[in-house]
């Protein structure tokens, strides 16, 4: 189960680094909308500083719902899914492996980026370091959630509309906690709360998703 | 072990199978023994990947049973997926991987362990000697084609294989090896299911066909 794991990690890696070029298009997103903002705001620190986690955060969110539609497409195509299916392996398991590797290719870059987002918007250090932590525990989610509206519109015709439907409401709670944390350590509140509900909604994706999207799988190669 | 040799490894009773709301095929019967090779024939559109589908159990039968060596198969799902094969019409082949990754994630994927050399020595024995490291994009339709069907030949656990189409755009002396393989199979105790348009000799003592258009509705 381990050695699957590991395997289809690697695969998708490897995958990945052989086209490069569809790697980078969730992070270009990112980079573009984010150094937009200033642009189109204005220079005035203390207003950039006040928008910039929602900022970074709505364009995390719609770099993964633009990318994660892909997630199962190429497997689809070619039959290797079909294989997946029926592997002695659980397939949730090989799910989980193609959402890691996933968020190792386009969740994680944004993460590390996000210092350098922060400086265009006069964030603190501080607050810097906030936004990257909300990030970093809310990016699996949305790379996880996204993974089961990727199995569930798999082979529809305008599935990518579809998927941001269906994904788009769960994606509301992960955006308010992650976003709402720099504001509140700005009123100079605690944000405790804020961190420990995107634990919470990491841990229920990660015990729901895998097991969810594989279910969609089966019933999308039916 | 005479009647172990007898229990069919897979068996399904009136079987029935719809795509969309048209009915394809009812109250088919089929089994495979250890050492059987069984054909389903009949025209376009009859349903032979459905069936074959519904055997390795991709899809759901409309109505039927399945048994896996004489059990139905939801109470030994393990044994049914760790006993078959399947190969499809889609090579299951990554662009970017060279014919080598390509057989060594198949099989990791598959859950099964791959024996360097024998899969190396597989590609070569199967014609791509001098494509192996050449990106699978880079071959023709029936090199990877071949690709695929080098699983077969660099030994599976599987008992019984399920071929969809298994010769299509294969050359005359890729059929003929490709035939060797399953009858080679077949002699040792396994199974074979195949599906093809193609009148190609395989040399085995045993061997049925399922004609689907005999059971069209």
């Known amino acids: 189960m381990l050695s699957v794991f590991a395997t289809v990690l690697r695969r998708d890696l490897l995958l990945a680094w052989r086209r490069r070029a569809d790697v980078l298009t969730a992070l270009g997103f990112f980079l573009l909308v984010t150094s937009l903002?200033?642009?189109?705001?204005?220079?005035?620190?203390?207003?950039?500083?006040?928008?910039?986690?929602?900022?970074?955060?709505?364009?995390?969110?719609?770099?993964?719902?633009?990318?994660?539609?892909?997630?199962?497409?190429?497997?689809?195509?070619?039959?290797?899914?079909?294989?997946?299916?029926?592997?002695?392996?659980?397939?949730?398991?090989?799910?989980?492996?193609?959402?890691c590797a996933y968020w190792l290719l386009t969740g994680l870059p944004l993460v590390l980026?996000?210092?350098?987002?922060?400086?265009?918007?006069?964030?603190?250090?501080?607050?810097?370091?906030?936004?990257?932590?909300?990030?970093?525990?809310?990016?699996?989610?949305?790379?996880?959630?996204?993974?089961?509206?990727?199995?569930?519109?798999l082979g529809l015709r305008g599935g990518g509309a579809l998927i941001a439907l269906l994904v788009l409401p769960l994606y509301v709670p992960v955006l308010i906690f992650g976003a709402g944390a720099v504001d509140r350590w700005r009123a100079g509140l605690d944000v405790d709360g804020n961190f420990a509900l995107l634990g919470a909604c990491l841990l229920v994706s990660l015990a729901v998703a895998p097991l969810a999207s594989a279910a969609a799988l089966r019933i999308a190669q039916d | 072990m005479a009647d172990a040799a007898d229990t069919p490894m897979l068996s399904a009773r009136a079987l029935s199978c719809a795509r969309g709301r048209v009915r394809l095929f009812a109250g088919l019967d089929l089994a495979v023994r250890p050492g059987e090779l069984l054909q389903v024939a009949g025209g376009n559109g009859t349903g032979k990947t459905s069936l074959l589908r519904i055997l390795c159990g991709l899809s759901e039968a409309e109505a039927g049973e399945l048994m896996?060596?004489?059990?139905?198969?939801?109470?030994?799902?393990?044994?049914?997926?760790?006993?078959?094969?399947?190969?499809?019409?889609?090579?299951?082949?990554?662009?970017?991987?060279?014919?080598?990754?390509?057989?060594?994630?198949?099989?990791?994927?598959?859950?099964?362990?791959?024996?360097?050399?024998?899969?190396?020595?597989?590609?070569?024995?199967?014609?791509?000697?001098?494509?192996?490291?050449?990106?699978?994009?880079?071959?023709?339709?029936?090199?990877?084609?071949?690709?695929?069907?080098?699983?077969?030949?660099?030994?599976?656990?599987?008992?019984?294989?399920?071929?969809?189409?298994?010769?299509?755009?294969?050359?005359?002396?890729?059929?003929?090896?490709?035939?060797?393989?399953?009858?080679?199979?077949?002699?040792?105790?396994?199974?074979?299911?195949?599906?093809?348009?193609q009148p190609v000799d395989i040399d085995v003592p045993t061997r049925a066909c399922v004609n689907l258009d005999d059971y069209a509705c």
């Open chain 1, 113 to 153: 980026i996000a210092p350098l987002i922060a400086l265009q918007f006069s964030l603190s250090p501080q607050e810097t370091g906030i936004v990257c932590a909300t990030l970093l525990i809310g990016t699996p989610t949305l790379s996880l959630l996204g993974a089961v509206g990727a199995a569930l519109t």
């Open chain 2, 68 to 197: 896996w060596r004489a059990r139905p198969v939801r109470e030994v799902r393990d044994d049914w997926k760790a006993g078959l094969l399947y190969l499809g019409h889609r090579n299951a082949v990554k662009d970017d991987f060279t014919p080598l990754e390509n057989l060594r994630f198949s099989a990791a994927i598959a859950g099964e362990a791959l024996d360097a050399d024998r899969a190396l020595r597989a590609l070569v024995d199967i014609g791509l000697r001098t494509r192996l490291d050449v990106a699978t994009r880079n071959l023709s339709q029936g090199q990877r084609r071949r690709v695929a069907l080098a699983r077969l030949l660099c030994g599976t656990r599987a008992a019984l294989w399920l071929l969809d189409e298994p010769f299509t755009a294969l050359d005359a002396a890729a059929v003929a090896q490709l035939a060797g393989a399953i009858a080679a199979h077949v002699r040792g105790g396994g199974a074979v299911i195949y599906t093809t348009h």
């Open chain 1, 37 to 99: 903002f200033p642009l189109g705001v204005g220079p005035e620190p203390e207003q950039l500083a006040q928008i910039a986690a929602g900022v970074m955060w709505v364009a995390a969110l719609l770099a993964t719902l633009l990318s994660v539609t892909r997630l199962f497409e190429s497997d689809e195509a070619d039959g290797t899914l079909e294989q997946m299916l029926l592997s002695v392996e659980p397939l949730a398991v090989i799910v989980l492996a193609k959402v």
